[in-house]
């Protein structure tokens, strides 16, 4: 059984009393409720005797339910992991780079919705990452914090955006290595299920990002691994990746290298048809809805109608869609992926999210106006680092294929750069790595067992002996070697 399949029927809801467990924060009672739903013989009349000629058919569970319960259970498992800290820990946690930051100011924090909490087991717990996540979208926390945030980054990318308008297109040569190792834990808890099992040594699996094939990409090496792959997934994977199957009777770091061109052609999606135009998939399959987060909801709807209300091209729609998103939608680190519900509803109604998140809100009102669009990740790798993000592409039929990067656009909003931010309209920078080029895809041989991330594979994903981790239990790091401009 591929676990990560159950997913697909998440939008089948659970029953009324157990979420409402869920919404209290109830989460054991709640997984409790699910076992005992998982047992029941749907089969045996409710009303009658179970011989009844009506439900000589009826399933003894549905199919659809069954699914959307295990994937809840699972969900349920994951949440408390990155809600950790109490108040008190959370103001601590501040205080250790702040001294003089208050509690008063944490809850005015709350208040303004710049810190994410959920009720854990009838207590309020806080996001692992909010002071990670201040950092990043507050200049004052992170000058208070003592680190002033850089604006070498910006500088780069607004170069490299003149660039492009000025010679049509940049390309950078650039060398990244992933290098992915479980947590000591993670690693003895699986030696004591091989010994249990029998075996001498723990099975594990894992997979690492690849530079994939796409227009954007050419003259992708492999430069080294840290030992033979058993499989390299084909050039154009929707989640290329490299894999791994090993017996470990000690733990073991798992790394890999790549050198890559990657190639940032300049467009103007309100101007003329231009002379570089991109094919890449086939419009016509980017338009449909993808079940559970890329669905077309009554807000959805409503608000695309709105915002595109009276535009007369779907050029127009698309940036009247994309100045939504990089004018109203915060930028805020997220919990895991795995725990989220109708990512781009969310987004829309919260107007928070990442780059993943703001991404697929684009992809899916894109779609709802009509205009093809797919979601795309990987890696911002230059010109300082690297690290995971995510971005979308929209086509029209006179231009082909283009870009929209909603958070490098927000980004530059909250800069005060209007020339920037409109140029993440139609167009990325070459610090780039594409990895995947599909939402929800499988890997390459597909993990069966939970993923830490079901949707993306941008860090890497690692099964021991027969349980997948999840992405508190193991460690990627991605380093950005080597860059060059051409």
Same mark, same amino acid.
């Not at 009506?54 to 349920?76: F, G, V």
């Given at each position: 059984?591929? !676990?990560?399949?159950?997913?697909?029927?998440?939008?089948?809801?659970?029953?009324?009393?157990?979420?409402?467990?869920?919404?209290? +924060?109830?989460?054991?009672?709640?997984?409790?409720?699910?076992?005992?739903?998982?047992?029941?013989?749907?089969?045996?009349?409710?009303?009658?005797?179970?011989?009844?000629?009506?439900?000589?058919?009826?399933?003894?569970?549905?199919?659809?339910?069954?699914?959307?319960?295990?994937?809840?259970?699972?969900?349920?498992?994951?949440?408390?992991?990155?809600?950790?800290?109490?108040?008190?820990?959370?103001?601590?946690?501040?205080?250790?780079?702040?001294?003089?930051?208050?509690?008063? &100011?944490?809850?005015?924090?709350?208040?303004?919705?710049?810190?994410? !909490?959920?009720?854990?087991? +009838?207590?309020?717990?806080?996001?692992?990452?909010?002071?990670?996540?201040?950092?990043?979208?507050?200049?004052?926390?992170?000058?208070?914090?003592?680190?002033?945030?850089?604006?070498?980054?910006?500088?780069?990318?607004?170069?490299?955006?003149?660039?492009?308008?000025?010679?049509?297109?940049?390309?950078?040569?650039?060398?990244?290595?992933?290098?992915?190792?479980?947590?000591?834990?993670?690693?003895?808890?699986?030696?004591?299920?091989?010994?249990?099992?029998?075996?001498?040594?723990?099975?594990?699996?894992?997979?690492?990002?690849?530079?994939?094939?796409?227009?954007?990409?050419?003259?992708?090496?492999?430069?080294?691994?840290?030992?033979?792959?058993?499989?390299?997934?084909?050039?154009?994977?929707?989640?290329?990746?490299?894999? !791994?199957?090993?017996?470990?009777? &000690?733990?073991?770091?798992?790394?890999?290298?790549?050198?890559?061109?990657?190639?940032?052609?300049?467009?103007?999606?309100?101007?003329?048809?231009?002379?570089?135009?991109?094919?890449?998939?086939?419009?016509?399959?980017?338009?449909?809805?993808?079940?559970?987060?890329?669905?077309?909801?009554?807000?959805?709807?409503?608000?695309?109608?709105?915002?595109?209300?009276?535009?007369?091209?779907?050029?127009?729609?698309?940036?009247?869609?994309?100045?939504?998103?990089?004018?109203?939608?915060?930028?805020?680190?997220?919990?895991?992926?795995?725990?989220?519900?109708?990512?781009?509803?969310?987004?829309?109604?919260?107007?928070?999210?990442?780059?993943?998140?703001?991404?697929?809100?684009?992809?899916?009102?894109?779609?709802?106006?009509?205009?093809?669009?797919?979601?795309?990740?990987?890696?911002?790798?230059?010109?300082?680092?690297?690290?995971c993000h995510d971005w979308a592409m929209f086509y029209l039929a006179d231009q082909g294929w283009m870009?929209?990067?909603?958070?490098? +656009?927000?980004?530059?909003?909250?800069?005060?750069?209007?020339?920037?931010?409109?140029?993440?309209?139609?167009?990325?920078?070459?610090?780039?790595?594409?990895?995947?080029?599909?939402?929800?895809?499988?890997?390459?041989?597909?993990?069966?067992?939970?993923?830490?991330?079901?949707?993306?594979?941008?860090? +890497?994903?690692?099964?021991?002996?027969?349980?997948?981790?999840?992405?508190?239990?193991?460690?990627?790091?991605?380093?950005?070697?080597?860059?060059?401009?051409?």
């Amino acid at each position: 059984m591929n !676990w990560n399949e159950t997913l697909h029927s998440l939008n089948v809801g659970l029953p009324e009393d157990i979420a409402r467990l869920k919404a209290a +924060g109830c989460y054991r009672e709640a997984a409790a409720r699910i076992d005992e739903r998982l047992a029941e013989n749907w089969a045996a009349a409710a009303n009658g005797p179970a011989a009844d000629p009506c439900t000589e058919n009826a399933p003894a569970l549905p199919a659809a339910m069954k699914n959307c319960l295990l994937a809840e259970r699972e969900i349920l498992r994951r949440i408390p992991a990155d809600y950790p800290f109490t108040e008190a820990q959370a103001v601590r946690r501040v205080q250790e780079h702040i001294p003089n930051f208050t509690q008063r &100011e944490f809850r005015g924090m709350v208040a303004a919705n710049r810190i994410d !909490w959920r009720f854990i087991e +009838g207590e309020r717990r806080y996001f692992r990452r909010f002071y990670e996540s201040l950092l990043y979208t507050d200049p004052a926390f992170a000058a208070r914090a003592g680190k002033p945030q850089s604006d070498e980054t910006h500088k780069a990318r607004r170069a490299a955006a003149r660039t492009m308008r000025e010679k049509g297109s940049l390309t950078a040569r650039i060398t990244v290595r992933f290098t992915l190792r479980a947590d000591e834990k993670a690693f003895e808890d699986a030696k004591l299920r091989a010994i249990v099992a029998g075996h001498s040594a723990v099975t594990a699996k894992v997979w690492l990002p690849m530079p994939a094939a796409c227009p954007a990409q050419s003259e992708i090496e492999a430069l080294g691994f840290s030992a033979p792959p058993q499989s390299v997934a084909p050039a154009d994977a929707p989640q290329r990746t490299v894999y !791994w199957e090993k017996a470990l009777t &000690e733990n073991e770091t798992f790394t890999a290298e790549y050198r890559y061109c990657s190639t940032a052609l300049y467009h103007d999606p309100l101007a003329a048809a231009s002379a570089a135009r991109v094919e890449f998939l086939a419009p016509e399959t980017c338009l449909g809805e993808q079940a559970p987060h890329l669905v077309f909801t009554p807000y959805l709807r409503a608000l695309t109608a709105e915002v595109t209300a009276g535009a007369p091209t779907d050029a127009k729609k698309a940036q009247r869609i994309y100045d939504w998103i990089t004018r109203q939608v915060q930028y805020r680190y997220m919990p895991s992926y795995f725990t989220l519900e109708a990512i781009p509803d969310a987004c829309a109604r919260d107007r928070r999210g990442d780059c993943g998140v703001q991404a697929l809100t684009f992809v899916t009102m894109c779609r709802i106006a009509g205009i093809p669009a797919v979601w795309q990740s990987g890696l911002m790798a230059g010109p300082h680092e690297a690290g995971c993000h995510d971005w979308a592409m929209f086509y029209l039929a006179d231009q082909g294929w283009m870009y929209a990067d909603c958070s490098f +656009g927000g980004g530059a909003a909250r800069a005060g750069d209007e020339a920037l931010r409109r140029h993440y309209f139609g167009n990325l920078d070459p610090y780039r790595m594409v990895a995947n080029r599909a939402f929800e895809a499988p890997l390459t041989p597909p993990k069966t067992s939970w993923r830490a991330d079901p949707y993306d594979n941008q860090g +890497g994903e690692i099964e021991l002996e027969g349980v997948g981790l999840t992405g508190q239990m193991y460690d990627t790091e991605i380093e950005l070697v080597k860059l060059e401009l051409l």
